[in-house]
């Protein structure tokens, strides 16, 4: 659906070039909610203003749903834009108009009649649950409700791509909640493909089939949402993750921890799972089998979209050759096996 190849933009700063993006290589699947993270200054707003062309890439191609549109003379592009929604984290709503006319605004000026319009607003404003408040001035409604309306605004063209630059970001984590189950009820009843951009692995979790890692404009991780959280490869990807994950060990079981390892023998591991392995007794039976000991330092089990999701960090014990193949036996059942070496 869409696809970037080889997109780079450089950017003349006050103090010389600024490399926002480079090299960036994405194809974004139809009909998936599409995560991309970074940290501040990544290239994300970047990244998503070069999907509509809103910021020409001084580099590479981009597609969208078929059409080359770097390549586009202006009045095809103008029209293949058309296709292309977009939500941003300040609403961006015209405050002398209403509910209604905000929404209607894009068919204004696409020179829609009347009619056509209200026939085109209203269902819209029922799909997002705003039709009790269509009446009313921005400044009368809340931000929960300011950001339904534009995903309405940006439904109202029929586009086939939502873009969202970090849509929730000014709001709570309750309303961001609300806003994210609405994006994914609209993605699966209209077949939206939404690329949602982010610095907050929980909306990812919470929403995104699949997820790419931006940093210094470069993505340096991707892939699908419950493998990054499995298998997290690249350090900003881990950092970030240590919002939603314990990656880290609380300090008073480092101390502890570094003790033993100093004067005792053991390896210390991150354990992940995901989906079955979670209910079966993996543990007890890898103890059993193999005669090895796993203390169980810390960890979670917590859900991805209905997926249950674990990570321990566990000490285990026993003779070497043992303990090698116990290791072998979890992996072979799925489980995620890594050292964690940082104590
Ligand atoms: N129009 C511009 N002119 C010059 N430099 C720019 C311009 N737009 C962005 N940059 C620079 O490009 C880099 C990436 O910026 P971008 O806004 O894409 O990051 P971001 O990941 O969206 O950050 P944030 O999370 O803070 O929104 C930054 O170093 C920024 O200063
Ligand atoms: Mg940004």
Redesign the pocket.
């Known amino acids: 659906m869409i696809e970037l190849r080889n997109v780079s933009q450089r950017?003349?700063?006050p103090q010389g070039w600024?490399d926002?993006l480079q090299a960036v290589n994405l194809t974004i699947p139809a009909g998936e909610i599409f995560g991309i993270i970074?940290?501040?200054?990544?290239?994300?707003?970047?990244?998503v203003r070069t999907i509509n062309l809103l910021s020409r890439p001084s580099e590479g191609e981009v597609l969208v749903a078929g059409r080359t549109l770097t390549a586009l003379p202006a009045d095809q592009l103008r029209q293949a834009r058309r296709e292309i929604g977009m939500i941003f984290q300040h609403f961006n709503l015209l405050n002398s108009r209403t509910v209604f006319e905000n929404v209607a605004l894009p068919l204004e000026l696409a020179g829609m009649k009347r009619a056509a319009i209200e026939a085109a607003v209203l269902p819209l404003l029922e799909l997002v649950g705003l039709s009790a408040q269509k009446d009313r001035y921005p400044a009368r409604i809340s931000g929960g409700q300011k950001q339904r309306v534009g995903i309405a605004r940006a439904l109202a063209s029929k586009p086939k791509v939502l873009l969202s630059d970090?849509a929730t970001s000014a709001l709570d984590p309750e309303t961001t909640r609300s806003i994210l189950e609405l994006l994914r009820s609209i993605n699966r009843k209209l077949g939206l493909t939404i690329v949602l951009?982010t610095?907050q692995m929980e909306v990812i979790k919470q929403v995104c089939d699949r997820v790419a890692v931006?940093d210094a404009?470069r993505v340096v991780e991707q892939g699908s949402v419950v493998d990054v959280f499995l298998k997290p490869r690249h350090e900003v990807t881990r950092a970030l993750l240590g919002d939603v994950i314990a990656h880290e060990l609380p300090d008073a079981v480092k101390a502890r921890v570094a003790k033993h390892l100093e004067t005792g023998e053991g390896r210390l591991l991150r354990l992940a799972f995901a989906g079955a392995s979670v209910d079966r007794p993996l543990l007890s039976e890898t103890i059993r089998r193999y005669a090895v000991d796993m203390n169980i330092l810390h960890g979670q089990v917590d859900d991805i979209q209905g997926r249950a999701f674990g990570s321990l960090a566990v000490l285990a014990g026993g003779e070497p050759a043992q303990l090698g193949a116990a290791l072998d036996f979890l992996r072979e059942q799925g489980v995620v096996v890594e050292a964690l070496s940082h104590v």
């Open positions: 950017y003349q700063g600024v926002a970074g940290r501040s200054g990544a290239g994300k707003s970047t990244l970090e951009i610095h931006l404009g």
